[in-house]
């Protein structure tokens, strides 16, 4: 007899956030393999991610809509939507993490959803830096 082994991501509530590296054209792939694990996924772009990858697409394999800058201002509920985000989450996926997205983060900006959402969270934060080899060897980058 066979015993099923539940997926470990199942059920698991993942943010991912994508912000604009060339590699987010990749996101989709991801998205929906977390998906179809059984993991609740929600997305967060930054403006320039949107240029690069569709959100109607990542909400359709994410089975969620996606979270836009503009959200944070029409949310309208009582406690700001980054903030609820960055409680749900148990775990966030910066993927592709952009060198500007990156300075923010580590400069404490909060100028952006995903920017906001980042430094507002306690979850553990697995970051896939993505970016020109010169980009990433910067000294402002790599140091
Ligand atoms: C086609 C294209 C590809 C890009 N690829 C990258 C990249 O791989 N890594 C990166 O750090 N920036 C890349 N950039 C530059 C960023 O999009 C730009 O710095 C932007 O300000 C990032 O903002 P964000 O972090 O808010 O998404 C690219 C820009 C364009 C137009």
Request: glycine share 6%.
């Given at each position: 007899m066979r015993t099923e082994v539940p997926d470990p991501l199942a059920g698991r509530r993942i943010l991912v956030g994508i912000s604009g590296?060339?590699?987010?054209?990749?996101l989709p792939l991801v998205v929906s393999a977390l998906a179809k694990r059984g993991a609740q996924v929600r997305c967060v772009l930054t403006p320039s991610a949107e240029q690069l990858v569709s959100p109607v697409a990542l909400a359709s394999l994410s089975r969620h809509r996606c979270y836009l800058d503009a959200d944070q201002w029409s949310h309208?509920?009582?406690?700001?939507l980054h903030i609820e985000l960055a409680e749900w989450a148990e775990l966030v996926l910066l993927?592709?993490?952009?060198a500007t997205t990156l300075g923010r983060w580590v400069h404490g900006l909060a100028d952006t959803m995903l920017a906001s959402t980042l430094l507002a969270t306690e979850a553990p934060v697995l970051a896939a830096a993505a970016m020109n080899t010169a980009m990433w060897g910067a000294p402002a980058v790599s140091t």
């Amino acid at each position: 007899m066979r015993t099923e082994v539940p997926d470990p991501l199942a059920g698991r509530r993942i943010l991912v956030g994508i912000s604009g590296s060339i590699a987010a054209v990749k996101l989709p792939l991801v998205v929906s393999a977390l998906a179809k694990r059984g993991a609740q996924v929600r997305c967060v772009l930054t403006p320039s991610a949107e240029q690069l990858v569709s959100p109607v697409a990542l909400a359709s394999l994410s089975r969620h809509r996606c979270y836009l800058d503009a959200d944070q201002w029409s949310h309208g509920a009582d406690r700001p939507l980054h903030i609820e985000l960055a409680e749900w989450a148990e775990l966030v996926l910066l993927a592709p993490l952009s060198a500007t997205t990156l300075g923010r983060w580590v400069h404490g900006l909060a100028d952006t959803m995903l920017a906001s959402t980042l430094l507002a969270t306690e979850a553990p934060v697995l970051a896939a830096a993505a970016m020109n080899t010169a980009m990433w060897g910067a000294p402002a980058v790599s140091t």
